[in-house]
């Protein structure tokens, strides 16, 4: 039995489903079930009244649109989705407008996209097409492997021209599903010109106009050699899964990887969890294992930090 304390944090995500509409073959989300959407509001309630930043994520949200009301509760004017479901029923738009939501991320896997997901390209322009025609600020997701990582700036370039306001790179993780496939994890090398030509996207847009970012799995920026990257994973953030297990990041919301309990609306974590912020915590938990996962001490992590960056 794993000795528990109160999470300290502020900012929790309620992971609300793990039904989808896709089948990719990448997809790290390894929790099931899903939340009913009145339970969902319940509990998105009480958290805000406890003082907490809440947000509603899932496998695919837009599979239920009770859900909705839980966004328009916490004040979340964005959704995150593979698109499928506004592409076949477009009317959804005007209730995602009536739940004030303006701004829609979607995956945008250019160079891999029929390798890994169910949906096309084609079908994500077209809904990418009429977000714009409807006003919606939209923002594209790109996993990166070895394959498509060289193709950076054309993907910005792409994505810009198609109306998005920005584009975001992940690396993707090699955990969950996504261990049966090939190896396509980028090498230090492959890292390193990633970060020569994000350094270029950067000097070449505007963030206000077309804002580029880049997730935690990519690790520290080898180009600039500066260190600024901290991830926060465990330590003020947490996401819920619908079973009430808590995680530290939605990359690795998977049985064998919890850091905690949601009890009584209280969210606990393990007192032995430890996470000093200097890697993606995602990234350090697909490298332990789930068998591993005692070496979130105090006293191992820096050994298993050491050796985990030793491996990259
Ligand atoms: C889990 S999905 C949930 C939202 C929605 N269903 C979608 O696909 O956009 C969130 C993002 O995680 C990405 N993702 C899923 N599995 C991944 C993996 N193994 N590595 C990197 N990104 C992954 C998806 O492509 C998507 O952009
Ligand atoms: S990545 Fe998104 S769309 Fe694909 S299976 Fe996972 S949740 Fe569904």
């Not at 999470?7 to 990448?26: E, F, H, V, W």
Request: charged share 25%; glycine share 6%; proline share 2%.
């Amino acid at each position: 039995m794993n000795e528990l304390e109160l999470y300290k944090g502020n900012r929790i995500t309620l992971m609300a489903c793990s039904s989808c509409n896709a089948k990719c073959s990448d997809c790290y989300i390894g929790y099931t079930g899903n939340r009913t959407p009145d339970d969902l509001y319940n509990i998105a309630y009480l958290l805000m009244n406890d003082g907490k930043h809440v947000r509603i994520d899932g496998a695919e949200v837009l599979t239920n649109l009770d859900y909705l009301k839980t966004l328009k509760l916490v004040g979340q004017n964005w959704i995150m989705t593979n698109g499928f479901r506004i592409y076949s029923e477009p009317d959804i738009i005007d209730l995602l407008r009536d739940n004030n939501i303006d701004t829609v991320y979607m995956s945008y896997h250019y160079g891999i996209q029929e390798d890994i997901n169910s949906i096309s390209l084609t079908i994500v322009e077209d809904v990418i097409k009429l977000l714009n025609k409807n006003n919606f600020n939209i923002y594209l997701n790109c996993t990166l492997t070895n394959r498509n990582y060289k193709d950076i700036k054309y993907i910005a370039e792409k994505t810009y021209q198609l109306g998005a306001k920005g584009v975001g790179f992940n690396k993707i993780f090699q955990q969950g599903k996504a261990k049966n496939i090939e190896n396509l994890d980028l090498t230090k090398e492959q890292s390193k010109e990633f970060f020569e030509d994000l350094n270029y996207l950067r000097n070449h847009h505007d963030k206000n106009e077309f804002y580029i970012t880049r997730g935690g799995s990519l690790g520290h920026d080898t180009f600039k050699g500066k260190d600024n990257f901290r991830c926060n994973a465990g330590n003020n953030h947490v996401m819920i899964a619908p079973d009430s297990k808590v995680y530290g990041c939605n990359a690795i919301c998977r049985p064998g990887y919890e850091i905690g309990e949601f009890i009584n609306n209280k969210v606990y974590l393990y007192k032995k969890f430890y996470h000093d912020e200097s890697v993606c915590l995602a990234e350090l938990l697909g490298y332990l294992n789930e068998d591993n996962m005692d070496n979130l001490t105090y006293d191992k992590y820096p050994v298993l930090v050491k050796k985990y960056s030793n491996k990259k």
